[in-house]
């Protein structure tokens, strides 16, 4: 096992819920829970024994504190994260869905400490020495063109380092809509970077402007990782999910792990249900890859690792994943639901 160190970029938020499955403030109160695509991956990556570093803002208040103690009772080390006096905490609302009501989330990030962040905030040499990977997601550029700019610029410092990258689409439209951005152009400055992307079809048509017409997902998949492959040359891996919802509480889950070589793996199918939270699985289904990519499995036992790991998230509440590569694992080699003695 390559126990290398991941360094991951991007904002640190908390996550106000209503609670069990009512409607935002339909009662008074709300439950707090610490998340962020990037932390989501460190905290899993952690957890499955790696070392993972977080690098973001965040306010120098109690809400700061806390996130910053979360991160760090999981094993990430937070001491490259900024703690600035004049900023606030990003925050998203969630209210759950329920039988047939989807899931809707609010965001309130404008103008937080790391969204307020810049390029030269950040001494990208110095945070990536002794790196093996740098983790990225789409919904940073998102938030503005100064954390854009941030964003690149750690990509290409990792790049030029010799660090990987690994990069999760994370198409936000609502954020990109916020402030006019060009998510096409950005994006694909990003893809251009990566040694491995989480997107699916409809993320490539976003970046290369054309549309994949074939009559199944699973082909489109293919297809789109045929043109990205063509377009970043430096792209090895495209890893994504197909997800089927049938309600609220119930999905199939399948997984795709395309490589440039032409290797191709996919995992059998996870019927989920009963779900309790599926907010971070798609985090967790990318960390499981880089746990799989890391740990030297092969492409078949990486993609049903990562599936694993994310369909064990739809089962825990918040946005963290916590759970052990031995939990994993055992859940590929079983599907009892006996209690484990």
């Given at each position: 096992m390559e126990m290398g160190r991941i360094v991951c970029f991007g904002e640190l938020l908390l996550r106000l819920g209503a609670p069990g499955r009512e409607l935002l403030l339909q009662s008074p109160q709300l439950q707090v829970h610490v998340g962020g695509a990037e932390?989501?991956?460190?905290?899993?990556?952690?957890?499955?024994?790696?070392?993972?570093?977080?690098?973001?803002?965040?306010?120098?208040?109690?809400l700061g504190a806390h996130a910053l103690g979360e991160l760090r009772r999981h094993g990430v080390d937070t001491r490259a994260v900024r703690e600035v006096a004049d900023g606030r905490?990003?925050?998203?609302?969630?209210?759950?869905?329920?039988?047939?009501?989807?899931?809707?989330?609010?965001?309130?990030?404008?103008?937080?400490?790391?969204?307020?962040?810049?390029?030269?905030?950040?001494?990208?040499?110095?945070?990536?020495?002794?790196?093996?990977?740098?983790?990225?997601?789409?919904?940073?550029?998102?938030?503005g063109p100064q954390v854009a700019e941030?964003?690149?610029?750690?990509?290409?410092?990792?790049?030029?380092?010799?660090?990987?990258?690994?990069?999760?689409?994370?198409?936000?439209?609502?954020?990109?809509?916020?402030?006019?951005?060009?998510?096409?152009?950005?994006?694909?400055?990003?893809?251009?970077?990566?040694?491995?992307?989480?997107?699916d079809y409809r993320d490539i048509e976003v970046i290369l402007g054309q549309r994949f017409t074939q009559a199944g997902t699973v082909e489109r998949v293919d297809a789109a990782a045929a043109a990205a492959f063509a377009a970043f040359p430096r792209l090895q891996w495209l890893a994504c999910t197909q997800r089927q919802a049938l309600s609220v509480d119930h999905h199939v889950l399948g997984a795709l792990l395309l490589g440039r070589e032409g290797v191709r793996a996919q995992a059998p199918v996870r019927q989920l249900t009963g779900i309790i939270d599926r907010i971070g699985g798609g985090d967790a289904f990318a960390a499981g890859i880089l746990h799989g990519i890391l740990s030297g499995f092969d492409a078949d036992a990486t993609v049903r690792f990562g599936l694993a790991a994310g369909g064990l998230k739809h089962s825990i509440p918040g946005d963290f994943n916590p759970v052990s590569e031995a939990d994993v694992l055992a859940q590929m080699g079983e599907e009892r639901f006996d209690v484990r003695r």
């Amino acid at each position: 096992m390559e126990m290398g160190r991941i360094v991951c970029f991007g904002e640190l938020l908390l996550r106000l819920g209503a609670p069990g499955r009512e409607l935002l403030l339909q009662s008074p109160q709300l439950q707090v829970h610490v998340g962020g695509a990037e932390a989501n991956v460190g905290v899993s990556l952690s957890r499955f024994g790696h070392d993972v570093a977080m690098v973001s803002t965040v306010p120098g208040n109690a809400l700061g504190a806390h996130a910053l103690g979360e991160l760090r009772r999981h094993g990430v080390d937070t001491r490259a994260v900024r703690e600035v006096a004049d900023g606030r905490m990003g925050l998203y609302f969630l209210t759950t869905g329920a039988v047939q009501r989807a899931s809707e989330v609010v965001y309130d990030r404008a103008d937080s400490a790391f969204a307020r962040s810049t390029a030269a905030d950040h001494d990208w040499p110095a945070l990536l020495q002794g790196a093996d990977w740098l983790h990225l997601s789409g919904v940073s550029p998102a938030l503005g063109p100064q954390v854009a700019e941030a964003t690149l610029a750690a990509a290409c410092a990792a790049r030029a380092s010799g660090v990987r990258v690994s990069f999760d689409g994370n198409f936000r439209p609502t954020l990109w809509q916020r402030w006019g951005g060009d998510a096409q152009a950005i994006l694909h400055a990003l893809f251009d970077q990566a040694d491995i992307v989480f997107a699916d079809y409809r993320d490539i048509e976003v970046i290369l402007g054309q549309r994949f017409t074939q009559a199944g997902t699973v082909e489109r998949v293919d297809a789109a990782a045929a043109a990205a492959f063509a377009a970043f040359p430096r792209l090895q891996w495209l890893a994504c999910t197909q997800r089927q919802a049938l309600s609220v509480d119930h999905h199939v889950l399948g997984a795709l792990l395309l490589g440039r070589e032409g290797v191709r793996a996919q995992a059998p199918v996870r019927q989920l249900t009963g779900i309790i939270d599926r907010i971070g699985g798609g985090d967790a289904f990318a960390a499981g890859i880089l746990h799989g990519i890391l740990s030297g499995f092969d492409a078949d036992a990486t993609v049903r690792f990562g599936l694993a790991a994310g369909g064990l998230k739809h089962s825990i509440p918040g946005d963290f994943n916590p759970v052990s590569e031995a939990d994993v694992l055992a859940q590929m080699g079983e599907e009892r639901f006996d209690v484990r003695r």
